[in-house]
């Protein structure tokens, strides 16, 4: 072999077995992120052994065959470290498969030109052996893709640095010491190679190898002293920060050696709190500060359950100090936590309200299991029943049975609770002194956080009280009912009785006014005059008792036919017509265009609507005149509208006056009050509505709508 030892050689053989040792012993401690400094330091052997043997060749052709398997770790060592760094600085999502691909494309492909370059000289030309005092050494010129090769590793390597001074600035504590010597590391890649690239090493000594094998075990004694690639800090930052607890680890001196993001929330200092002395964070909780000075030596956890004031608002945390001790078991220091219980505190306000609402509860409360075995009462249940808590515990719910339910209403109950509805239901029980009582009760299934039924919940109300009022009103509501028939015949038989009397009283003073018993003179016509009158108002009153009682009693009937609006308005006119001239008012009529030729509808009934809404018009108009219009209304409907100049009905009036034997205020002493209550009553049967408009002293507008065919 054309080999020779030379002095430097020695060095770069000795980079070698060092990144050798260092593969063997991060595959036996590999964790997250250590696959790629096991991959680094491949790298860094194969290019430091063939580096180291390209120094011994004196052979053109053993100096290129070293020189490509050089190319085994100058193509891949730049972009496993860039892994590394990522792996180190928790942005694994960019080590997805594509990124792979692309990333190793270019090392790959350097490879492949590597080792073919005698076909087409794109990374070396012109090769020759050099020698120096010290080792031999390949000169060429440089080839395109060599400078491409060079760009591209250049590349990666700013990514990692920029990646490392990055978390170099995020980082707290060992984590920001660990970052810078990864940052000096990487910056001395740089720094090696850049020399190399400018010739100024010592007889053009590439360091880039050497560096590379020698900085690997730098990083070894920081994994073995700090295991930055092992669970801290990647795990350390991916679980502290998301832990909702504050966590705190003080050394042996009361010195803040490490703190999380919630730790620092909570404490409110601007600063992490690294480095700051324990006590004087605590100072602004006396409680705590001497809780912790009290605890602190403790070889135990102790807690302290805590209010304190976050962005205005109270928490509640457990605040605990537990020992830390090293391997051998001594004590070198303490970590403090806080763990948030403001919703297990408002859980448990919550419970005793819930708990002291069920037992002051003025409804009787019970529980059971799926069987109906009691397992809890309420004291309303003991007030309720007589049974104690103690005697009802253990029981079933048919000790109250008082034996006079139907059955059905128990199959019911449990058909509905069993299937998973709410039962509701009246049942008369029986207490523990054998008296009887009525109970509401609301029956329904308790159920899990899987909706499976656990118990059943009963509420009961004590309702004898409600029952017994129940049953007097029954009792005196027949007895009304029963009242009511008895006025209803009495006001049917004192209407029928009163009013052939009348019919000869008005009979009989209208032929001695017309002189047929003899000559009248003017002052006899005016007395009679008088009679007449009060004999027709007195007629229109039985009438309307008469009408009333059938109301009431139910007993109106429809006859419906056909008949014209003229014929509804003549029917009425003798009789309204002398109202209105012995007051010496106006009367008039008025159909309006458009109202319908024909109306169906019973013609008694319509009759005694307009003369009780006309009576009514012309009783209470002094002066001026009374109105009677037909008019339409839309296609199916008509209206029938009185109107008069008279005295009004105020707003407080407008609504009494439809109610039977209720009277405006200032009209209390004329009229019985049940016109207009049976012109409201009969309209309503018949499908129709009334309005009214009214002003006090600019008189009434009474408005009936009706069907046209009914």
Known sequence: ???????????????????????????????????????????????????????????????????????????????????LVISYTRNQQWLNRQNLIRLLAIPLITLLIAWTNELHELVWVNPAVESNPFFNHLVFEQGLWYWINVIYAYTLISISTILLIIASTKKEGIYKQQSIVLLIFSITIWF???????????????????????GGLIIAWELYRYRILDIVPIARDAIMDIIPDGIVVINHQGIIIDINQAAQQIIGKKQS???????????????????????????????????????????????????????????IGSLLTWHDITSQKQSEEKLRKLSRAVEQSASAIVITDLNGTIEYVNPAFSKVTGYTAKEAIGENPRILKSGKMDTQIYKKLWA??????????????????????????????????????????????????????????????????????????????????MKTPLGAIVGYSEMIKEGLYGPVTERQKEKLDIIFQNSNVLSEYVSNLLEQSKIESGNITFNFSSFTPQELISSIADHVSLLAKNKKIDLNADIVSGAPKTITGDFYW???????????????????????????????????RVSDTGAGISIEDQERIFVAFQKGDKDSKIGAGLGLAIVKEITGLMGGTITLESEVGRGSTFTITLPIKN
């Open 606 to 640: 319509l009759q005694r609507i307009l003369t009780n809404m006309v009576n009514n018009a012309i009783k209470f108009t002094e002066e001026g005149s009374v109105t009677i219009s037909i008019l339409p209304h839309g296609e199916n409907k008509w209206d029938l």
């Open 192 to 214: 090696g190679n850049i020399i190399y690239m400018l010739g100024l090493s010592p007889y053009q000594l590439d360091l880039s190898p050497i560096i590379f094998s020698f």
């Open 416 to 497: 509905d609770i069993t299937n998973g509805k709410v039962w509701f239901g009246e049942i008369l029980n029986k207490n523990k002194s054998g008296e009887l009582y009525w109970e509401s009760s609301t029956i329904a299934p308790i159920t899990n956080e899987n909706g499976k039924p656990t118990h059943y919940v009963a509420v009961k109300e004590n309702i004898s009280q409600r029952k017994r009022m129940e049953q007097e009103l029954a009792e005196a509501r027949d007895q009304a009912l029963k009242a009511s028939h008895l006025k209803s015949r009495l006001l049917t038989n004192v209407s029928h009785d």
């Open 1 to 83: 072999m054309h080999l020779a030892f030379t002095s430097y050689s020695s060095l770069v053989f000795f980079a070698a077995v060092i990144a050798l040792f260092m593969v063997v012993w991060s595959m036996r401690h590999a964790a997250r992120g250590g696959n790629w400094f096991s991959v680094v330091m491949i790298g860094a052997f194969f290019w430091s052994a063939g580096y180291g043997l390209e120094m011994l060749s004196t052979d053109l052709q053993y100096a290129l065959f070293w020189v490509k398997v050089q190319y085994l770790g100058i193509a891949i060592v730049p972009v496993s470290w860039l892994f």
């Open 273 to 331: 709190g690294l480095g700051h002395p324990i006590a004087e964070v605590l100072s602004q909780w006396p409680r705590s500060l001497s809780f912790y000075d009290a605890n602190k030596e403790l070889e135990v956890v102790s807690h302290l359950e805590q209010v304190l004031k976050i962005d205005e608002k109270d928490f509640s945390f457990d605040f605990s100090i537990a020992p830390l001790k090293n391997t051998n078991g001594y004590r």
